[in-house]
């Protein structure tokens, strides 16, 4: 078992709305790895961070992608950090990974770099672009697609993206 794509980016490139309309269009579920973390632990990732710190949250993180990538099916979107681990970015091997890609300007539109984002909390422009040039050759290096986001709705992207997983299933 294992799933049909899996979606990585930056905040605010759209993997759960996208991974939700790509789902749909594949006919199958999307699983979202930062919203079973906050399910599996009663509280919100914010939470995690403020209560636990960010290596805590990690660690979670980590075990729910590597379950998610044996175990899940269909569409896995992961939280943006996800990628950076060493042991995910072993564990994405052989998986189709579709980097969603977008500027600050849409994904300051979309996530409104809220207080939700723990990353982000502090001048937020500032932390996107450094989070996003850290991890941009990450993401590039991971993936087997680059798809741009940028002013595109959720089923035009998903659209592209069945079209290079080679048409619907």
Same mark, same amino acid.
């Given at each position: =078992?294992? #799933?049909? %794509?899996?979606?990585?980016?930056?905040?605010? /490139?759209?993997?759960?709305?996208?991974? $939700?309309?790509?789902?749909? $269009?594949?006919?199958? =579920?999307?699983?979202?790895?930062? &919203?079973? %973390?906050?399910?599996?632990?009663? +509280?919100?990732? &914010?939470?995690?961070? !403020?209560?636990?710190?960010? #290596?805590?949250?990690?660690?979670?993180?980590?075990?729910?992608?590597?379950?998610?990538?044996?175990?899940?099916?269909? %569409?896995?979107?992961?939280?943006?950090?996800?990628? =950076?681990?060493?042991?995910?970015? @072993?564990?994405?091997?052989?998986? *189709?990974? !579709?980097?969603?890609?977008?500027? !600050? /300007?849409?994904?300051?539109?979309? !996530?409104?770099?809220?207080? /939700?984002?723990?990353?982000?909390?502090?001048? #937020? +422009? &500032?932390?996107?672009?450094?989070? =996003?040039?850290?991890? +941009?050759?990450?993401?590039? +290096?991971?993936? *087997?697609? @680059?798809?741009?986001?940028?002013?595109? *709705?959720?089923?035009?992207?998903? $659209?592209?993206?069945?079209?290079?997983?080679?048409?619907?299933?």
């Amino acid at each position: =078992m294992a #799933p049909e %794509v899996v979606l990585i980016g930056p905040p605010g /490139s759209g993997k759960t709305t996208v991974g $939700a309309a790509l789902a749909e $269009a594949l006919g199958t =579920m999307c699983h979202d790895t930062d &919203a079973a %973390v906050e399910q599996a632990q009663g +509280r919100t990732i &914010a939470d995690i961070f !403020i209560e636990d710190g960010e #290596p805590a949250f990690r660690a979670l993180e980590r075990a729910e992608v590597a379950r998610a990538l044996r175990e899940e099916t269909g %569409v896995v979107a992961l939280g943006g950090g996800a990628p =950076m681990d060493p042991e995910t970015q @072993v564990a994405l091997a052989g998986h *189709t990974v !579709i980097f969603l890609d977008v500027g !600050i /300007s849409d994904a300051s539109k979309r !996530i409104g770099f809220d207080q /939700s984002r723990p990353l982000l909390s502090v001048n #937020p +422009r &500032a932390s996107w672009t450094r989070l =996003m040039n850290e991890r +941009r050759p990450t993401y590039t +290096r991971l993936a *087997t697609h @680059v798809v741009d986001t940028a002013t595109r *709705t959720p089923e035009d992207i998903a $659209a592209e993206i069945v079209a290079l997983l080679g048409g619907a299933r």
